[in-house]
């Protein structure tokens, strides 16, 4: 399914809807999609406030565990943020225009830069559960982007430069976040095939020589519709667990219960990288 032609005047509708429904809330400066069994950040929000995605016109909902599919606005560190708790998936036969669409909504909302998240299968033999891979760059094997189809000039350009999708300020904003926070980060190529089944080895050994370091069923979509809109773009992996050949059986389960024992670090990162946005903008 091809996004409307009228695209932007759906992410300006979805936008104001929520402004309307919450016209308190401050407008926030720092944008977050939290992945698989990762939605546990918005715990550490202040003065917080949600929204089903059910009550957000033209918001899809999803149907996965650990993706609760809420809209929530807060303080972090004491400065305003948005979170999407929860993603859906081209999996879930969402198309990807449809899939990126939250992440336009909250650039639409003004946010500086957009932090996405997700839970992925280590491919280098040395990873192991629970660390953090900050991505440089991606591989797109799910056979589709979610530029396809007419292009509205008023979002971005129909020939997107993604050379530096991965905004290398965000970066380094988040290495000193984790050198901070003595917290382990390493830096790699994240690989996103279509799912929903997991990769085979034959695949894994085939990510590994093309050069990628972890492998999941998200992000790109998200990544490019927000740099699309001139959205700087910063993107952290959980290494839930080692992908296809390097360990057992894989189970959906095991990525819930890395990402919950990996809470601790996750939220002392992401918060270390929200501090360095105070007294300054991007």
Known sequence: MLPPASLSALVDASAS???????????????????SGLGFL?????????????????????????????????????????????RSHAYEGVAPWHSAFPSRVLCRLGIEALVLTNAAGGIEADMRPGE???IVDHINFSGANPLTGPNDPSLGPRFLDLSRLYCPHLLERMRKAAKACA????????????????????????LRMLGAQAVGMSTVYEAMAAHHMGTPVAALSCISNLAAGLAPLLSHSEVMQTSA?????????????VHTFKGAHL
């Open 183 to 206: 917290v382990p980060l390493r830096e790699g190529v994240y690989a996103m095939m279509a799912g929903p089944a997991y990769e085979t080895p034959a695949e894994i050994r085939m």
């Open 17 to 35: 809807a929520i402004k309307n429904l919450l016209p308190h809330v401050a407008p926030p400066r720092l944008g977050f999609v939290l992945g």
């Open 261 to 273: 024992q990996a809470a601790a670090q996750f939220c002392a990162l992401l918060e270390g990288f």
């Open 132 to 134: 953090f891979m900050a």
């Open 42 to 86: 918005v715990e550490r929000f202040e003065n917080s406030f949600s929204l089903p995605y059910a009550q957000i016109p033209h918001f899809a909902t999803s149907s996965v565990q650990g993706h609760e599919g809420k809209l929530v606005f807060g303080l972090l560190c004491k400065i305003p943020v948005v979170a999407l708790q929860g």
